[in-house]
């Protein structure tokens, strides 16, 4: 099976997300994405995330009725901070019956080079690019035997954006999954960042 690996912090994961991940399933040859929830992103500051087990939980939430796309774990238990080279490596050795990919935003592919072992990820696997605004897409000619540029929708909703409006009171339904929004409003995240 051909499985696309969407990292993040999912913090929250939101219907952005989920346009995303549905498009590709049914755009691009990937049977299954796996949403790895990432306890810390080594190029950004975490001082903005909930409890991983929280973010896990609306993820799966958010992903329960989508057969084509999975919540994962699967970066709990590896060395930390979270490094895609590890966590590719690591899955290929867990699942050596799966051919995986790896998914990245335009703007992650305008820092890639800043990334651990970038260049093996490159001779490893191959890698799919969606893309973001006001991010040029360039994919070096002698790259993209293994890098793909998507042409997915391009939805601007950021985790970012749905935390602080939500601190301030606005109410984001419509941004959501329901159930990731029931999940907010029950336990009362993200009002104190």
């Known amino acids: 099976m051909k499985v696309g690996v969407f990292s993040g912090s999912f913090n929250p994961i939101h219907v952005g997300h989920l346009v995303l991940a549905n498009y590709i399933t049914e755009f691009v040859e990937i049977d299954e994405i796996w949403f790895l929830v990432t306890p ?3 190029l950004k500051e975490n001082t903005e995330l909930i409890d991983e087990v929280l973010r ?32 590719l490596d690591a899955l290929q050795t867990k699942h ?73 009171g606005k109410d984001l339904m419509a941004f959501l999954p329901e159930k990731v929004y029931r999940y907010i409003k029950d336990k009362d995240l993200y009002k104190n960042n």
């Open 96 to 168: 050596p019956e799966h051919e995986f990919s790896l998914i990245i935003g335009a703007d992650n592919w305008d820092n890639f080079h800043l990334w651990k072992d970038y260049k093996s990820i490159l001779d490893g696997y191959r890698v799919y690019v969606y893309p973001r605004l006001e991010t040029t897409l360039t994919i070096p000619k002698g790259l993209r035997d293994r890098v793909e540029a998507m042409e997915s929708p391009i939805i601007e909703i950021s985790s970012t954006f749905i935390r602080e409006s939500i601190a301030e």
């Open 56 to 87: 896990l939980d609306m993820t799966r939430l958010a992903l329960e009725d989508y057969p084509k796309l999975k919540a994962s774990d699967f970066e709990f238990t590896l060395p930390r901070p979270s490094y895609t080279i590890h966590t």
């Open 40 to 42: 810390q992103n080594p």
